[in-house]
């Protein structure tokens, strides 16, 4: 019998965007400044970046008053700065492990 499954292991990677930028950042002080359409101007938010969902763009914030806020970050982020220190950033890689039973 061979059973197949997922499993998780870190790697390193060089942050090359925005969204890898964000993964990096989580736990640190970040600004995000974004806009809601070409019409609007743009906007800025700063907080502890609590979460990233890489899938649907999804990132919350703490703010200085401890509010939450959830920002879309699918099409309207311009820029993100961050407290990192570094160009690399922990990374999660999966892989798919076989096993065979007798």
């Given at each position: ?34 806009m ?7 906007r ?59």
């Amino acid at each position: 019998m061979i059973s197949l499954r997922d499993d998780t292991v870190k790697k390193s990677a060089i942050i090359e965007s925005t969204s890898d930028m964000l993964k990096a950042s989580i736990g640190k002080n970040v600004t995000l400044r974004y806009m809601h359409s070409k019409e609007m101007p743009i906007r800025e938010i700063s907080g502890q970046l609590m979460s990233f969902n890489q899938t649907t763009g999804a990132v919350k914030l703490k703010g200085g008053d401890n509010k939450i806020n959830l920002l879309q970050t699918a099409t309207n982020l311009i820029e993100v700065t961050s407290d990192i220190i570094s160009e690399k950033f922990s990374a999660d890689s999966v892989y798919r492990m076989m096993r065979g039973y007798h």
